[in-house]
């Protein structure tokens, strides 16, 4: 099975415990926010069960997400049924372009292949505004593609994408971002995978 399919499948079969483990928004959401204008339109890419969709919602902003887990999505309309949720495969964007203020992309890119990485950060930069703001929360380390046992299902291997902070700089910079604020810090929860967790905030 192609890797973000066979991902997006194992996400289908722990989706009810990784609601459980996982119900807070993202680390560093709200520097996010602050750099978008009020109201602004955001793209939550691999939104996964909807925390931080409806996190952002109650902010008052305008969400549209977007995930490829039947089973992750039933959970986010379920909890959020305010928020427009649609189930597409995040290389496959098809929004015009000067969609969004800001994209959000918490732990997504991490399930796709290198290889496929420029020409979503390529498409993000398309279907951004001026000005508009990306935020992606990765598993960073030494570059490198990998199947691991997942944590929730130890019988099911899962596909990641390592990044360091050169390789998703220098990534963004060719895709003409610039980056704006990066953090890290190490995994704490039993559910988190053991890989430092990288955050980029970047402007188009």
Known sequence: MEKSKQASSVYDKIAEPYAKEFSKPSK???EFLALLPKNAKILDVGCG???????????????IGIDLSKKMLNIARQKFPQINFRKQDIRKIDFPP???DGILASCSLIHIPKKDVPDLLEKFHQILKKDGTIYLALQGGKSEEIFIDEPFKPDEKLFLNIISFDEIKNLLVKNGFSIVKKYEREPKSKGELNYTKLYVIAKK
């Open 49 to 63: 069960v909807g925390v931080d969709a409806g996190f952002m919602s109650s902010k008052d902003f305008e969400i």
């Open 28 to 30: 560093y959401i709200k």
């Open 98 to 100: 000067n969609s969004f």
